[in-house]
């Protein structure tokens, strides 16, 4: 009776371990997917202190920072700033905040509202005095605080 105990317990343990040796190939595969990549100015990055981050529907990770906008592809990155005189560029090169809302339009925040056209690769820009856009641009923040937020 005891024998029969210690080879059920052998066998037990035996296929235990098996099913680890087999099982641990797959795990520590599954964890080398992952990348991670450390962007920096070196890389195209307009600035090192990053302000927002976003991954759009459409697979770019957006990167707001006091110097720009950067849009990454996996493999090359697209700086925006502002363009003197170009009023479909950025009002100024600080992003502090990137989302996109349900019909896939993208949004940037900074001392404008800016949504991306992504059909002309530039922006319009939305601010409350055309004149003088910018001042006062704390309505920017309010405005987002208040439609991001809370989805109104």
Same mark, same amino acid.
Request: charged share 25%.
């Given at each position: ?56 529907? /459409? ?10 906008? #950067? /849009? ?49 690769? #530039?922006?319009?820009?939305?601010? %409350?005095? %055309?004149?003088? %856009?910018?001042? %006062? ?14 989805? /109104?």
């Amino acid at each position: 009776m005891v024998a029969v105990l210690h080879t059920r317990l052998f066998v037990i343990t035996l296929s235990a371990e098996l099913l680890l040796l087999c099982i641990s190939p797959i795990v520590f595969a599954q964890s080398s997917e992952f990348q991670f990549d450390h962007l920096t100015t070196k890389d195209g990055l307009s600035h090192n202190e990053v302000l927002a981050i976003y991954h759009d529907s /459409r697979g770019f990770m957006w990167f707001g920072t006091r110097e720009g906008l #950067n /849009r990454y592809d996996g493999h090359t990155i697209k700086t925006y700033g502002n363009i003197r005189g170009d009023t479909t560029s950025l009002l100024s090169n600080k992003a502090w905040d990137i989302r996109e809302d349900r019909n896939g339009n993208l949004w940037i925040a900074g001392e404008a509202l800016h949504k991306y056209d992504r059909d002309n690769d #530039n922006f319009v820009r939305y601010s %409350p005095d %055309p004149d003088n %856009p910018r001042r %006062p641009h704390g309505w920017v923040r309010r405005f987002c605080e208040r439609v991001w937020d809370t989805g /109104r």
